[in-house]
């Protein structure tokens, strides 16, 4: 509980900084259209106002005692009164990104006013982009440091009662933080896509609302099992590069240039079957069979793919079939605790951070594992490097213990999001 005042106290002195050395500096605010002000800043300033208020309510309750009685009574307060202004604020982060980038190539006399403020002793050797991302550090921080309450707390008590409420509190804004961003972020993915997309036949749209990318990539078409003279003189594969969304599967080809891909097959991907061909000599080593049940000319066929490594290949499996029954069951999962972060570099792929816990639900012989994080349900791979297992049963059990009881203080089902895609932000307060 401490250390959640403290943290607030430091996040907002951060957060003074920003407002009164780069927001409100006349150099860099001259610098800038009206426009461009939004983009970066957004809705700071009412940001700010909800920390105010919320630290001067839990200095108030420091001052009342040294010894602190409660204070998830005031995050709960808080969170549902004013820290809607954290969703405004994380889901403009998109355009924050792309936007400043484009001032600091394009905007000469902004280079340089924002390279003289950097430069300043009171940033402490941070950048502007550090201060411009603490909101959402912030706000998931403390669904952590609430998270961390509730586990201390006595079972049936008045602390209890007030930490579930306000961790459930929390943890519907970072979710609708979360949607707003992906969302955001999909449909432009979408709109990325599809202008490099060449139909051969039949024109498929591929924005909607309810789509998305899951995963993309180039992988090699077996020419199959036939064996006669004129297959022998001919290549045993050719390159093909698969584009899978959530309700559809695009299997194309990439343009000599590199920029454009024509559509060769698409199915949805309830049509979807895969079979994974173990290890057969050399020639068929990380293989396996993709069955369309009815593609795009509403009749069955198969291709035989050949990835670059077995994790590759169980990774294009588990993503075109989620459905298949995983290696191992989560009530026997191996349990794993991060030991050094992880940034997500593809949309199968699970951001990580330091201390998460997480099930095991695939291995590969190559260096990889997906995991699902016990605190929120998310599923997605990692390297193996970033992990040691937890060998201790009663760790174990201790753990899933502790994550069951916020799980049910939440009505029983795990949470979604809890991490702002793959950007893996590392967190300072």
Not at 149 to 177: D, G, T, Y
Request: glycine share 4%; net charge neutral.
């Amino acid at each position: 509980m401490f250390e959640l005042v403290t943290s607030e106290a430091s996040y907002y002195k951060s957060l003074e900084v920003l407002e009164t050395h780069f927001l409100k500096n006349p150099v860099l605010v001259n610098t800038l259209s009206q426009s461009d002000m939004h983009f970066l800043f957004s809705n700071i300033e009412e940001v700010m106002k909800a920390s105010e208020r919320f630290l001067m309510d839990l200095e108030n309750r420091i001052e009342q005692s040294l010894q602190i009685s409660e204070v998830c009574d005031i995050v709960h307060h808080h969170a549902v009164k004013h820290f809607h202004v954290f969703i405004t604020y994380v889901i403009n982060q998109v355009y924050q990104e792309k936007n400043y980038r484009r001032i600091l190539q394009g905007n000469q006399l902004f280079r340089e006013a924002m390279a003289q403020l950097e430069n300043h002793p009171c940033v402490r050797g941070l950048s502007f982009t550090s201060f411009l991302i603490l909101p959402f550090q912030r706000i998931t921080r403390l669904k952590m440091l609430v998270q961390n309450i509730l586990k201390k707390a006595e079972e049936n008590s008045e602390i209890e009662a007030n930490a579930i409420k306000a961790h459930q509190q929390l943890e519907q804004i970072v979710k609708e933080c979360n949607e707003g961003v992906r969302k955001m972020s999909r449909t432009e993915e979408l709109i990325s896509i599809e202008k490099t997309l060449e139909f051969k036949s039949k024109s498929v749209p591929v924005i909607s609302h309810s789509r998305w990318l899951l995963k993309k990539g180039e992988v090699q078409q077996m020419a199959g099992p036939k064996s006669t003279r004129t297959m022998r003189s001919k290549k045993l594969h050719h390159p093909v590069y698969l584009f899978l969304f959530n309700n559809l599967l695009l299997i194309t080809k990439r343009s000599s240039s590199g920029e454009k891909y024509q559509v060769l097959d698409s199915s949805t991907r309830a049509m979807l079957r895969t079979e994974d061909l173990e290890d057969q000599g050399q020639m068929l080593a990380n293989v396996f069979n993709l069955k369309l049940l009815e593609n795009q000319e509403e009749r069955p066929v198969n291709y035989m793919l050949k990835t670059s490594s077995m994790s590759d290949k169980l990774r294009w499996i588990c993503a075109l079939t989620p459905n298949r029954r995983t290696r191992f069951m989560s009530t026997t999962s191996p349990q794993v605790q991060c030991i050094q972060s992880y940034s997500s570099q593809e949309p199968d792929e699970l951001s990580i951070e330091m201390a998460d816990l997480l099930n095991i639900l695939e291995r590969t012989d190559d260096g990889w594992m997906m995991g699902e994080r016990l605190h929120d349900g998310e599923r997605g791979w990692f390297p193996c490097r970033v992990v040691e297992e937890i060998q201790n049963q009663e760790v174990r059990a201790q753990n899933l213990r502790e994550c069951q009881r916020i799980h049910l203080a939440h009505g029983g089902g795990a949470s979604s999001g809890a991490r702002l895609g793959s950007r893996g932000f590392p967190r300072q307060y």
